[in-house]
């Protein structure tokens, strides 16, 4: 039989721009493949890696509240003495900074792997939007952490992380509904110090469990995680902490009081944990908070510029043998063997493939994997999905 072969059509902009920045990812994993091996393969294991450097945070942090005192009146002297008069203290804390931050940096790559390689989309798409919810929630457990220590840079946070949600209610036309004083009533609503600290408190370990429900979610995706690392993997993620903390070293002078009569022209902001307060000095409260927001509402609606998917797979009952051959390659987990509705009228046959319609990305690999022309996607025809195939899987194979 004659293939029939498709003209592809022009992708947009975005798409031309998202499949290059792809390409190169790709590249770097085909590098990283050979080097590295398939069960050690770090592009290969982003998500792993987050959820190690996680772990890293959870325990170093459960450690520190042994000598952490959330009052205004200790607070500064229990981390003080952690740093200073406690070297396995100092070690503790290091780590747990030096993870943080690692975290951060893991989870940006693996989310531009992700959106890069186009596994954000379709069935995918609730993954995506837990990843950025997950980002959001760590911002704030970053910046909670900082105002801890209740020291000098601290009350500096605490104002600036004020001025950035009330900001919200000067927005034009959106300012009318208060927005911000509503949302940031929990954290800022207070009548003193030590409930501000308290609340403080609250965030940063609340926090950590609502993100763990995050990426509960999150996890709960159409392909199997890798999440577990191998031996070697963990070595190196150690090599890596032990390197960061020893090259950024925790500052001794940054555990000052604060001043009211006298206070810090600067402070420094890490980077990664708190990445959007650098931009506060220049853009202040308000327009601050109007860029986060727009940022996150542009990494929501990116998958819908993705161009529009054919309609999901349909199994033909009569024809299917359950082979599971399509159960098996399917990348999606979208394919569930059932039993057969009619066993008595097909002796042998004990189950039938179908294909649950929300995880399903219409990508055809389980109609050409199938032996008995038993799937089909309505909207192409066998030839068609055959040549789409070969478009994918193509440029790989020729690599490899």
Known sequence: MKRIRIKPRRPSAYVSVRNSIGNIIETIDYFSLKFFGVGSNPMALTGGIVIAFLMVNAVTGLLMLLFYTPTPELALESVRALTVENTPGYLLRSAHRASAGLLILGLLIHMVRVWATLRYSGARRRTWTAGIVALLVLGLIGWAGYILPWDERAMVLLSWGREIAYGVDRWPVLGWFNLGSLISMPVFAVSNEAEQLQRIFTLHTGGAFALMFVLFWHLRRVTPPKIVLPMMGWFGLLILLLLVGASVPM????????????????????????????????????????????????????????????????????????CRICYDDCPYGAIEMIPVPDASHRPGIIEIATVKASDCNSCGICVGSCEYTAIELPSLTTDEILDKIDHITGPLQERL
């Open 251 to 322: 500052e001794h002078e940054a555990l000052r009081p604060f001043n009211p009569f006298g206070p810090p022209e600067t402070i420094k902001v890490d980077i990664l944990v708190t990445f959007p307060l650098i931009f506060y000095p220049a853009l202040k409260g308000p327009l601050l908070a109007f860029l986060i927001f727009i940022v996150i509402a542009i990494l929501l609606y990116l998958p819908g510029l993705e161009p529009k998917r054919p309609p999901t797979a349909v199994v033909r009952e009569i024809a299917c043998t359950g």
